[in-house]
């Protein structure tokens, strides 16, 4: 399984990973913005093509996304449990979120008595406007940053502090992360709505993993853990349901190799994403090991 982006349902998969094998969990899983419960059509949305046509405004409503609130609980209590088996004792689970589902997260990785060690606010200085002019405009995203163990026994987790001194300009690393919002270069290859940028993932990876350990992410997307995960020798697992966005993920990782510099990705080279003709076309790997 590892290096590998693997298509089919996570908690499938999950279950097919061997008992504390894997050394951390870096994962964005869906934050159920498309269907909780008793929520309403955006009417202006619909009846103003400015927004939609002129602004390329990208409203999260897909499939995979949609749940009830009673059946986003029970999803999430399905694939944290298997995180916690595969993943070994101490190490670190990290999980984003929104405001739609951060503290339901953070409910449920208590009641399975999981020590939170951080929250880490994502700040999005360049988030879309508020539109409706009703309410603030929502410019974060939230991360939780727990141990695979007790309140009471855990211990020895890792974490990188000089590394983050060091990106911090030589001053010690706050929760509140200032990072743009994916910049277009790195969606040259293929969009998806919650692709998160090449930087702030960095800086998980760097701050919370050690060179050469595995690490797992069970709703992949546009594979930005592995990309990142690839860059910085770190072995990843990936897993999708999706072949739209396991294709993108294997595109991504065709045009790097181990310790290619970060900046080779990002906008001080936004020409890099774009020659698609470099890219690799790697057979899709379905849970039960056939390739399509």
């Known amino acids: 399984m590892e290096n590998r982006i693997i298509k089919g349902d996570a908690i499938e998969v999950l279950k097919k990973v061997p008992d504390a094998s894997v050394d951390h969990c870096i994962t964005d899983p869906p934050y159920n913005i498309s269907g909780y419960d008793h929520k309403k059509e955006i009417g202006w949305l619909k009846s103003n093509k400015h927004w939609v ?8 409503d897909e499939e995979w996304d949609t749940y009830s609130n009673g059946n986003y609980e029970k ?10 088996r595969i993943v070994k004792p101490n190490g670190n689970i990290i999980i984003f979120g929104s405001y739609h589902n951060i503290y339901k997260l953070g409910y449920i990785l208590q009641s399975f008595d999981r020590k939170i060690i951080n929250s880490i606010v994502w700040y999005k200085r360049n988030a879309f406007p508020n539109i409706t002019n009703r309410m603030l405009c929502e410019s974060t995203e939230h991360i939780i940053w727990a141990i695979n163990n007790t309140q009471k026994n855990a211990k020895n987790w890792i974490f990188n502090y000089k590394e983050l001194k060091k ?3 030589g001053k010690q690393m706050r929760n509140v992360w200032d990072i743009p919002m994916t910049p277009t270069s790195e969606r040259k290859l293929g969009k998806h709505p919650s692709q998160k940028p ?21 709703f992949v997307g546009s594979g930005t853990l592995p990309v990142v995960a690839k860059i910085n020798g770190r072995r990843f697992i990936g897993i999708d349901n999706n072949s739209e966005f396991v294709n993108l993920s294997n595109k991504r990782l065709s045009l790097i190799s181990k310790n290619d510099r970060l900046s080779k990705f990002t906008k001080n080279d936004t020409s890099f994403w774009q020659n698609e003709a470099k890219t690799t076309e790697l057979p899709i790997i379905n849970e039960n090991g056939t390739y399509s």
């Open 198 to 218: 090449i930087e702030l993932i960095q800086r998980l990876v760097l701050a919370s993993t050690n060179e050469n350990e595995l690490i797992i992410d069970p």
């Open 75 to 84: 999803f999430t209590r399905e694939w944290l449990p298997e995180v916690f």
């Open 53 to 60: 046509v002129d602004k390329k405004f990208n409203k999260i």
């Open 167 to 169: 990106i911090n300009g």
